[in-house]
């Protein structure tokens, strides 16, 4: 068997799996008592419980499931639009599934930002009322002694003042310019900017919203690049905020322009593309556009024009592997990216809104 059809193989037990997947969640559904399920598959009783809730999710996520049934995404993937959609009432879980019809063409993370944004525009108050619950409830900083005299110092945040310490330590540590390791400089940056003798350099962080979210006309979510969507009310809080950087997007959701008085074509431009692309734009991958290079889809050697419609993040693995020809990329007009591998196997990807549409 040559290597294509290997792979080929590889897809249909994958298939085949989440099929079955499917098949025996409609069964435990009928069986309907964690014990005896978790005595029956020798599982803990926690996942014998998971899969009950998972089973009883099949009627309430009706296009996922059936994803699921066509082979179409994995287990975890409809798990994780199920936990994500656990707190909703049976009306909006179905208008949160009925959004993700793309869903087979998406990584666990891109799926799992999807989601969010939607969870957030069918139940704008149900998401900040939770969001408040969670930093009451869950905040922490915690303390671990770890060998060889190292100590794990761990913090769970709100996602947003999160993101802007982590931009900020990751600009100090790209300011210095020693043979320090990496992970070395940033918990030096970090360490100096504890204890009071921090260095001054300013990170902007993007917070996208469209106008009429931030005037109060409508719910949608905003987004925050490295976070991914907010609910509107923190998004027009933030947008208060004079540190931020703000993106208006036009009546399909994308971004007009970058908030910036300076006007410095080709640095304006790869910002502008950077908040337009938001990721890496290697199919499934979220490294943020920040940490990437902006480059040609079609390579200016070629006659590739340096304007938006030709160019992309990428970030250092996937730019590696498209500069030395391993893997193919083209980007069409509309944004829609086609990925192709050294099998031949061609991956699209399509551009996604960041804001709602107008409606027509
Ligand atoms: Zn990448």
Not at 178 to 191: C, T, Y
Not at 341 to 355: D, E, N, Q, S
Request: charged share 30%; glycine share 8%; with cysteine.
């Amino acid at each position: 068997m040559g290597k294509v059809e290997i792979a080929r193989a590889v897809l249909a037990a994958e298939v085949a799996k989440r099929t079955l997947d499917h098949a025996q969640l409609r069964l435990i559904a009928e069986l309907d008592d964690p014990h005896e399920l978790a005595l029956l598959l020798r599982i803990p009783l926690g996942a014998a419980r998971r899969k009950l809730d998972q089973a009883a999710a099949l009627d309430r996520l009706p296009v996922v499931a059936g994803l699921l049934r066509d082979g179409l995404v994995d287990l975890d993937r409809f798990e994780v639009v199920r936990k994500r959609t656990e707190n909703l009432d049976a009306e909006q879980a179905r208008a949160v599934d009925a959004g993700l019809t793309g869903a087979a063409e998406w990584t666990t993370q891109e799926l799992k930002a999807e989601t969010d944004r939607l969870v957030c525009l069918v139940d704008p108050e149900g998401a900040q009322r939770r969001h408040v619950r969670a930093v009451r409830k869950s905040s922490q900083v915690g303390y671990r002694s770890m060998p060889d005299g190292m100590a794990l110092l761990t913090a769970y945040l709100d996602a947003v003042p999160a993101r802007v310490i982590f931009d900020q330590i990751t600009a100090d540590a790209e300011s210095l310019d020693d043979d320090r390791s990496w992970g070395e400089k940033q918990a030096d940056v970090f360490i100096d900017r504890m204890l009071g003798s921090g260095r001054p350099v300013t990170v902007h962080t993007d917070l996208t919203i469209s106008a009429k979210t931030l005037i109060g006309l409508t719910e949608e979510p905003g987004y925050i690049s490295g976070v991914g969507p907010v609910e509107a009310a923190t998004a027009r809080e933030i947008a208060a905020q004079g540190d931020w950087r703000k993106v208006l997007v036009d009546e399909v959701g994308m971004p007009v322009g970058v908030g910036r008085k300076r006007y410095r074509p080709p640095e304006a431009l790869k910002e502008f593309v950077r908040v337009r692309d938001r990721v890496c734009q290697a199919p499934g991958c979220m490294r943020p556009a920040a940490r990437c290079e902006i480059d040609h889809a079609r390579g200016f050697a070629s006659g590739g024009v340096t304007e938006a419609r030709n160019l992309g993040p990428f970030c250092e693995v996937h730019h590696y592997v498209k500069t030395i020809g391993l893997y193919r990329f083209t980007r069409e007009l509309d944004g829609t990216r086609h990925w192709t591998t050294p099998l031949g196997f061609v991956y699209t990807t399509r551009p996604k809104p960041i804001a709602e549409p107008d409606p027509p």
